[in-house]
C-alpha cells in the first residue's frame, strides 16, 4: 500500500491508530485542496494538487492508483524538473524501499510534491 495507512501499518502501527492518522491526513488534504481552489492559482495548479491529495487522502493505494501522478508530473514539469523527475520515478522507487526498508516512502513523496504545488506561483505555468 502506497498509503499513509499503509506506511505506518508498514512500521508495526496497530490498524486503529493508523486509521486514526490516515483520517487526520485525509481531513488535512480536504483542507489543503480547499484552501488551494478558493485562491487565485491556475486551475492546472488546482487541478494537480486535487490529483496529489487524493492518494494521500485514502487508505488504499496500490501501484495502479499512482496514475494519479500523471496530472501533477505535466504541471510541474518545466518550472519544477526536479520535484517532476522525483514523481516520475515514484511508482517503482517506492515500492522498492518499502520493500526492501519496511518504511513507506509514497506518501512522503507524494506529501513533498502537494508541498511543493501549493507554493506555485499564482501566475499560469509556463506552457507544456
Not at 44 to 64: C, E, H, I, N, S
Not at 69 to 89: H, S
Amino acid at each position: 500500500l502506497h498509503s499513509v495507512h499503509g506506511a505506518l501499518r508498514m512500521l508495526g502501527a496497530p490498524a486503529q491508530a493508523a486509521l486514526a492518522v490516515q483520517a487526520l491526513v485525509s481531513l488535512a488534504m480536504a483542507y489543503i485542496v480547499w484552501r488551494i481552489w478558493r485562491g487565485e492559482r491556475p486551475m492546472l495548479v488546482k487541478g494537480a494538487a486535487l490529483a496529489l491529495a487524493t492518494p494521500l487522502a485514502t487508505p488504499y493505494v496500490w501501484d495502479y492508483d499512482l496514475v494519479f501522478l500523471a496530472l501533477p508530473l505535466a504541471v510541474m514539469a518545466r518550472p519544477q524538473m526536479l520535484t517532476a523527475l522525483g514523481l516520475y520515478i515514484a511508482p517503482a522507487l517506492t515500492r522498492m524501499i518499502s520493500l526492501a526498508t519496511g518504511f513507506g516512502l509514497a506518501p512522503v513523496v507524494i506529501g513533498f510534491a502537494l508541498w511543493r504545488i501549493s507554493r506555485a506561483q499564482t501566475a499560469a505555468p509556463e506552457p507544456l
